[in-house]
């Protein structure tokens, strides 16, 4: 497959401005394309995947990519897919966000590929020195507020009598089209990718570089993710999954992925992947055969957060998820450990109960919450059901001191398959 076969396939091509004509032009060499990221925080979060991972996919086939940082957009506030105005955010949180997404961009570009290395670039630097009627003179008289009203970012929201739109966000495709336009003239850039909500912003750019540059320009839109359950994608109870460490830990990262809908995973696996076309249908068939194995759960989890935070962080990941399923805690690391403290409900314990022999495991376990009663712990433990940091316990006299604390402070208790307290001793 070519790579808008490929797109395709996978489900991401969801229009083009002109496919026969994308298709000769890609056929014919590599293109310089480019997506914007506004710095709204001082991450991005996994609904940045999508357009970040195509740029991705587009520097493998050797074209050029171009990842747009925007320190001028991200002052004002794309109004498109938003019900409410952004709020406006400062100089110096603008500049210590573009800081902080500056990694994860470069995390998925390769900068020294031979040939076609990726380009990091702020439309700050070629916009913050524009005036304002400078800007109206140049760019502004080559649309009519007729063309404006028109596109769907803007409709739905003029529609809205209670939140309306302002003259700041009616503006703000202006902007964009105005960094198609001296990427174009500037870096030979051809075409702009970007979500589908993002269609009426690239056509006004291809607009205006028809306008100014008498050239040919073509946007290509990716799919919105969705979930098939109907809730909104990249949101847990926590709330946003970002792709910083800081913001969302590695371990509950993966986890996002690990638990994704059956429904959705061959999906997520063509969106957010580079496994190949017989990888995933493999997967597929894996699954069909045996949907509790979760293969594809696995793989995608795997995949995706190697991608963002590396090998050695995704081992600690799994290897903390596979705690919770009974893993060995031999040589597990504490950071691991502490990864799964959060996940799982907690009971602070008085050391000195731990001092000398140290507590009875009977009476722990009614302390811990795992039995309502002691005649009910006996009758667990006699059942096999009782394990302490992840070992069986039959021995009801059993009697647990300083010596079972997991790095001299914590213990793992579960009951059944799925029931587990850790206990801290304070």
Known sequence: MNLLEDLEWRG????????????????????????????????????????????????????????????????VGDPSGKTQERQLQS????????????????????????????????????????????????????????????????????????????????SYMLLQAHDF????????????????DQWGNITM????????????????????????DGTKFGKTEAGTVWLSAARTSVYR??????????????????????LSRPEIEALETQHAANPGGRLPHRALAKAVTEMIHGQAATQEAIRASEILFGGDLAGVAETTFN?????????????????????????????????????????????GGIYVNNVRETNVPRLVSRADLLFGKHLLLRKGKKNYVVVTAR
């Open 91 to 170: 100089h110096d949180v603008i500049a210590a966000n573009l800081a902080g997404i500056r990694p994860q961009l470069a995390r998925l570009l390769d900068f020294g590929a031979p040939g076609n290395p990726a380009r990091l670039v702020d439309n700050a630097d070629w916009t913050a020195h524009i005036t304002f009627l400078a800007f109206l003179r140049d760019i502004g008289k080559h649309f009519t507020v007729n063309q404006m009203v028109a596109k769907e970012s803007v409709r739905a929201r003029m529609e809205d009598r209670e939140v309306g739109l302002s003259y700041t966000e009616f």
């Open 181 to 196: 336009y001296v990427l174009c003239r500037d870096q030979d850039c051809e075409l702009q990718i970007g979500g589908s």
């Open 339 to 383: 990864e799964i403290v959060g996940e799982v409900p907690s009971r602070d314990l008085d050391a000195t109960r731990l001092a000398g022999t140290g507590i009875p495991l009977v009476e722990l376990l009614v302390l811990a919450g795992l039995c309502p009663s002691k005649g009910q712990v006996r009758k667990d433990i006699e059942g």
């Open 253 to 274: 990262f993966y986890q996002f992925w690990i638990n994704t809908d059956d429904r959705d995973v061959i999906r997520y696996l063509k969106y957010f992947t580079f």
């Open 12 to 75: 991401l091509l969801n229009d083009c401005t002109d496919r026969p004509e994308l298709e000769k032009r890609l056929a014919a060499g590599p293109v310089t394309l480019y997506c914007g990221f506004d710095p709204t925080a001082d991450s991005l979060h996994v609904g940045s995947l999508v357009p970040l991972v195509a740029l991705r996919r587009f520097q493998l086939a050797g074209h050029r990519p171009i990842a747009l940082a925007g320190g001028a957009t991200g002052m």
């Open 205 to 228: 750019g291809i607009d205006l570089i028809r306008k100014k540059l008498a050239r040919h320009a073509l946007g290509l839109t990716l799919p919105l993710v969705t979930k098939a």
